[in-house]
């Protein structure tokens, strides 16, 4: 499954694609500074694992 977001101000992008049931993988322009990046999230009772990697 893949998400894509755009920021059409400056055309960066930002995407995210499941690597397993469990792992996001969080793909990003360098240029974007995330305020917070957690590496972890839970929903419904799931754990889920968090990768960000600047392109």
Known sequence: M?????ISQDKEK?????????TLEVTHDKDIVFSKQDD????????????YKPQ
């Open 2 to 6: 893949v998400v894509q977001f755009c």
């Open 14 to 22: 930002i995407s995210a694609t499941w690597l397993d049931s469990k």
């Open 40 to 51: 972890r999230a839970y929903f419904c009772g799931d754990d889920i694992k968090i990768i």
